[in-house]
């Protein structure tokens, strides 16, 4: 069970920093899981049937608690009997809903601010008189609830921590899981450890093996490996758990880096993985003639995919799917959907397909990347893999602008390949996010030799980013540009032009289509 030792909960009022507070959570080695603001007291029953709910924490959130539409808990979540700390508007708002006065917008504060604590008790326990905090808001806590009393102050705020003096109900006006708070991670232990009575004992690593194994028994089961590594790390967990009942398929689509195919193959089988490549090639290139809209590009190579998936799931025989689904993947597709679509993502981890299984598995459906880098590390995957830039399903399709042919499939894979060596031989690989040719689908006029050509124009894209939200173009040195420029011109004939693409993200995407 996912939280034996203690879970807590997190009430997601969409601040940005929700994610933020399951992970500190989490990294005291207590299980943590984000819902809802408005779950109800029943699904919180029902979770803790589950999860072992000790503590739910109440999220900051960008609302006033007078907006008329503003988020809102069920009051009777407050009766459960589960201690509850609230955050910055969590704060205000367990105040508000018990009766206390939140005075409006006027005396705002925002960054370093030091506390008085009156109180060192509960989550403020072991702290000092005085506590560097980071705070962010407008609206204020000015007078309790009955049977609360005031644990902290600040300049601007006579309530910035508070108690329930019966029940276990804590509120910081400021935020504990940000680095800014200098004992932030004492607060929230304090709470986890202290008022919650959670115990430490959780890791990313207890996962699954043995769920995987009592679900599918004896019986078969399939999962598209793309060699990323989410689909990586699940792929030899189950194989862990069903040895060779478990088949990993990697739909070779034909627009793969070079020598991927192999590498995968070779690795996999090195982890006891029974790999199946399918070589799907002509089939794609078929599918995208004269195909040149990016989104078109997409759906038709996603389709296709889950077309082939579908052929040999069928052929094995496999009652079971495995997914490598991580945790933000369910959480963004979920209640915390974004409505803007910049782009279709076609993805490995979350395959859509109409054979019925009995089950879809997702072994690492709790974890954040990192967590999930963790496991593979444990797992022994090597540092190539854990290590591994993003790769779009689509692959150099989306790298080849406009309607994709075998032969510009190959010049762009040529030039990746010149990226990538001269990157690495720059030492430079650690720090980047991701470094790709692009083909363009520009000609130019160039001088090879004695005589007048005219050719393509590939663009370098190299990006630093950390979630891929938001990236810069990275600032290279000119040495290590160079020498890619050299190696593409000199060693792709038809290449007569390299230009290097100083957009960050945004405007532009990370990719080119
Ligand atoms: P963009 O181009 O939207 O890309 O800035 C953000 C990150 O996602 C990767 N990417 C994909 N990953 N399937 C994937 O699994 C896709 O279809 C896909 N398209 C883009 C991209 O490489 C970057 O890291």
């Not at 508000?96 to 009156?118: N, Q, S, W």
């Not at 444990?378 to 540092?383: D, S, T």
């Not at 693409?501 to 995407?509: G, L, N, V």
Request: glycine share 10%.
């Amino acid at each position: 069970m996912m939280g034996r030792l203690g879970t807590v909960l997190v009430l997601d009022f969409g601040g940005q920093y929700c994610h933020l507070i399951a992970r500190r959570v989490r990294e005291q080695g207590v299980y943590s899981e984000i819902v809802p603001c408005d779950i109800s007291p029943d699904d919180v029953e029902k979770m803790n049937e589950k999860f072992n709910v000790k503590g739910m924490i109440l999220s900051g959130g960008p609302s006033s608690v007078y907006e008329e539409d503003a988020p809102k808990i069920d009051p009777k979540i407050l009766d459960l009997g589960i201690p509850l700390l609230g955050l910055c508007y969590g704060h205000q708002l367990i105040a508000y809903i018990l009766g206390g006065k939140v005075l409006k917008g006027t005396r705002r504060e925002y960054g370093t601010t030091y506390i008085t604590i009156v109180k060192p008790v509960g989550v403020l326990k072991g702290l000092g008189p005085k506590e560097k905090v980071w705070m962010s808001h407008s609206d204020t806590v000015y007078s309790l609830p009955d049977g609360f009393e005031v644990l902290a102050y600040s300049e601007a705020c006579p309530v910035a921590a508070y108690r329930d003096v019966n029940r276990s109900i804590y509120g910081l006006q400021w935020h504990p899981e940000v680095t800014h708070t200098e004992h932030g991670v004492e607060m929230l232990r304090n709470f986890i450890f202290e008022v919650c009575g959670c115990q430490p004992g959780w890791s990313p690593s207890s996962v699954v093996e043995d769920e995987i194994r009592k679900t599918v028994g004896e019986g078969k089961a399939v999962i598209a490996l793309s060699g990323g590594i989410d689909s990586s790390t699940a792929a030899v967990l189950a194989a862990r758990a069903l040895g060779k009942n478990l088949t990993a398929v990697f739909v070779d689509h034909g627009f793969m880096r070079k020598g991927e195919g192999e590498y995968v193959k070779r690795t996999f089988e090195e982890m006891g993985v029974n790999v199946l490549v399918v070589n799907a090639q002509e089939r794609f290139m078929k599918r995208l003639k004269g195909v040149t809209d990016p989104e078109e590009k997409r759906r038709i190579i996603g389709r296709e995919f889950i077309k082939v998936f579908e052929e040999i799931a069928e052929k094995v025989g496999s009652e079971y799917l495995i997914q490598g689904t991580i945790y933000p993947d369910r959480i963004e597709s979920g209640f915390r959907r974004r409505s803007e679509k910049i782009k279709s993502h076609h993805n490995v981890a979350g395959l859509p397909t109409r054979i019925k299984f009995k089950a879809i598995i997702e072994p690492l459906r709790d974890l954040y990347k990192d967590e999930v880098r963790e496991v593979a590390r444990k797992l022994g995957l090597p540092e190539e893999i854990v290590c591994r830039q993003p790769f779009p399903g689509p692959g150099l399709a989306v790298r080849v602008v406009g309607e994709v042919t075998p032969e510009k499939v190959e010049i762009v894979r040529k030039a990746d390949r010149i990226v990538a060596e001269e990157i690495e031989r720059g030492g430079l690989k650690d720090e980047l996010w991701q470094y790709f040719a692009v083909l363009t689908g520009v000609k130019s006029t160039g001088v090879k030799g004695d005589s007048r050509a005219y050719g393509d124009v590939i663009a370098v894209r190299i990006v630093e980013s950390r979630e891929a939200m938001t990236a810069s173009f990275a600032k290279v040195p000119y040495e290590v540009l160079e020498r890619i420029s050299t190696r593409i011109t000199n060693e792709i004939p038809e290449v007569t032009r390299v230009v290097y693409d100083i957009t960050h993200k945004p405007p532009a995407t990370i990719e080119w289509e």
